[in-house]
């Protein structure tokens, strides 16, 4: 049997930009015109990945691990449009006719299901092809973990992560855990932004190793890396995507019928 090649979709990544993209006109204020766009952006996506399976990936209610162990936890981000709330479940029977199936878990954040999702399916020699804009998913990447950006059309590989951010994939995590991650509120190491992390990174190589040569660092850096390692650490606890998350779920259950 081959190997499956799965899409997983980060559901509120894709409704969420194809509504900014798309404001309602006067006449149909309920969500029509972002929920006919997403399916033909669905349509596509999938015309272009040809996936054996796919899998829609929706957040759950109520908190998560992380807003238990940081309170400050996407503190001030916007919520969601109240019509876009609202018009959810309308966008899951859509993707529904068309094939796919979507999930969610209660306490548990999309971008965790994904990760597991997509661990377990390369562990089963598969191909995970995750779509999303989230720069949080490009730590996943490997040889059987790929994401692409829907819309520009292009996966998001380890060249782009390089590009982008001066560090390798795997130590993206360790990169926004001293810089900080401004989208999901989490604050990183005073005076250290994303070009001195990379440096530091390049130089060192793990976070770890860069908290243990704060005093040969020296200077401000030095004297904030010392004062808040234990903010660093943290970081990265809420920064790294679980990849354990026990869902119940057969894949068989989500084959494409093309």
């Avoid at 033909?40 to 272009?48: N, P, T, V």
């Avoid at 999930?103 to 999702?117: G, N, Y």
């Avoid at 377990?120 to 790929?146: E, H, M, P, W, Y």
């Avoid at 908290?211 to 234990?230: K, P, S, V």
């Amino acid at each position: 049997m081959a190997a499956p090649n799965v899409l997983l979709i980060d559901a509120l990544n894709l409704i969420r930009r194809v509504h900014a993209a798309r404001p309602e006109t006067k006449d149909r204020s309920d969500g029509a015109a972002s929920l006919d766009a997403c399916v033909h952006s669905l349509r596509r996506a999938l015309s272009e990945c040809r996936p054996t399976h796919v899998i829609c990936v929706f957040e759950g209610h109520g908190p998560s691990w992380r807003n238990e162990l940081f309170s400050g936890y996407k503190a001030g981000r916007p919520p969601m449009p109240e019509d876009l709330q609202a018009s959810l479940p309308r966008f899951k029977e859509a993707f529904l006719s068309e094939g796919v199936r979507s999930v969610e878990k209660d306490s548990i954040e999309a971008d965790d299901i994904v990760a597991t999702l997509a661990d377990k399916i390369a562990l089963r020699g598969g191909i995970a092809v995750i779509l999303s804009t989230d720069k949080v998913f490009l730590q996943l990447l490997s040889a059987n973990i790929r994401v692409r950006d829907h819309f520009r059309k292009s996966f998001l590989d380890r060249s782009f992560v390089r590009e982008k951010f001066g560090v390798n994939p795997d130590q993206l995590v360790d990169l926004l855990a001293l810089a900080g991650d401004s989208t999901n509120a989490i604050p990183g190491v005073p005076s250290v932004g994303m070009k001195t992390a990379a440096r530091l990174l390049e130089q060192y190589g793990t976070l770890e190793h860069v908290l243990e040569q704060a005093r040969t660092i020296g200077g401000r850096n030095g004297t904030a890396l010392e004062e808040h390692a234990d903010d660093a650490l943290l970081a990265r606890r809420l920064i790294r995507l679980r990849q354990d998350i026990e869902l119940g779920l057969n894949l068989q259950s989500f084959r494409y019928p093309g």
